[in-house]
C-alpha cells in the first residue's frame, strides 16, 4: 500500500510539471531590440523570453535575467534554446552564460548597464505607446565633449533640444539635467530610456513645454556594490555645476537661471540628484527621484525658490514610502508630486513612467 501512494504521489508531482510545462503560450515574437533581421530572441505575450544560440561544443548553456538563470536545451545540430518565466513588462538586461562565460546574446542590440555592454529585451507593456515612434515632429540628440579641468579630460554628455530648436534663431528653453543609474552611462536615458521619444511626443500632444535635457556619466561605477555609503558627492558635483552647466548655458539656447533648471535622476542618478540639490539649493527649482530616495520637509526648509519634488517608485519596490514621503512635504508647504509604476520594480520602465509623468510638470 505504501509504495502505491508513493507511486501515486510521484505521478501527480510528474502530471503536474508536465501540465505546468505545456501552459507556455507559443505566440512568440522576435524583440524590438534585436539585431537587424535576428529573430531570437524572441518574447511571449506572458512575457517570457526566449532564445537561441548555436553552440555544439558548448556543454551547457543559460539565460541570465532578472537574476535567474534558466538551463537551455541543445538539440541534435548543437542549436540551445530556451526561456525564461515571464517578466515584468518594460525593458531588461540579460546575458547568456555559455560553460561558465557570461556573454551578450549575438541576437541582441548592445546596451550598457549592469556594468557592462551586453544584451537587452524589450517585454511589451500595454503603455508603450508613451516612447513609441510616431509621425510628430522629433528633436536632436546631440553628443558632446565638454572640457574638465577638475579631472584633466574631455567628458561626454548627450544633449536633447526639442522640435523646432534648430529652425528658431532666438528662442531659449529650460533645462532638464537627467542621471542615470548605478553601473550606467550617459547612453542609458537616450537609449534604453527613450528620453528623446518620451519627449517628442508629450511635446507633439500638448502635454510638456519643449525643454532641453542634458544627460552625462555620474561618476558612478567607481563605487562598489554595497558601498554606497562612502559615495562622495563632490567631484561629480563639480563637473555638474562648474564644468557642465556652463558648457550647455554657453554653447546652447538656455534659459540660464535657477528658476529655469530642473534636475532628476533614477536609482543612484536620484541619489545624486538628492545630494546635490541639498548641497546648492541655489540651482535647480525643481528636483526628481526617481526610485532614488525622499526629501523631508526639514532638509528643504532653506529652498525658498523651490518649484516641484516629484517622487517616484515602481509598486514592487517601496511605494508607501514614496507616497507618505510626498504627504509629508505637502503637509510642510511644499509643491510634491509621487507616483507608482504598477506593475514594475527597480527597473526601466518604471523610470520610462516616471520622466513621462515628471516632464508635464516641469516649468509651468
Known sequence: ?????????????????????????????PSPVNQPGREFPQVNSEGRVRTQIMAPDAKYVQLDIG??????????????????????????YYQLNIDGASVPDPGSLLFFGACRWGSGIEIPSNDQDIFALKEVPHGHVHEILFPSKSTNTSRRAFVYTPPGYDKATSERYPVLYLQHGYCENETSWPSQGRANLIMDNLIAEGKAKPFIIVMTYGMTNEIKFGGLRNFDIK????????????????????????????????????????LITLNRPDVFAYYGLFSGGVYKSEELVDHKNLKLVFLSCGSKERPDGVNAAA??????????????????????????????????????
Open 67 to 92: 537574476g535567474v538563470k534558466y538551463d537551455l536545451v541543445k538539440d541534435e545540430s548543437g542549436l540551445w534554446t530556451g526561456e525564461s518565466a515571464p517578466q515584468d513588462v518594460g525593458f531588461h
Open 235 to 274: 567631484p561629480f558635483q563639480t563637473v555638474l555645476l562648474d564644468e557642465l552647466i556652463p558648457y550647455i548655458d554657453d554653447n546652447f539656447r538656455t534659459l540660464a537661471n535657477q528658476e529655469n533648471r530642473a534636475m532628476a535622476g533614477l536609482s543612484m542618478g536620484g541619489f545624486e540628484t538628492r
Open 327 to 364: 504627504n509629508e512635504l505637502r503637509n510642510g508647504g511644499f509643491n510634491a508630486v509621487s507616483y507608482v509604476s504598477e506593475g514594475t520594480a527597480h527597473e526601466f520602465h518604471t523610470w520610462r513612467r516616471s520622466l513621462h509623468q515628471m516632464a508635464q510638470l516641469l516649468f509651468k
Open 1 to 29: 500500500m505504501k509504495r502505491i501512494l508513493i507511486s501515486i504521489a510521484v505521478f501527480l508531482i510528474w502530471s503536474a510539471s508536465f501540465c505546468f510545462a505545456q501552459t507556455i503560450i507559443e505566440d512568440f515574437q
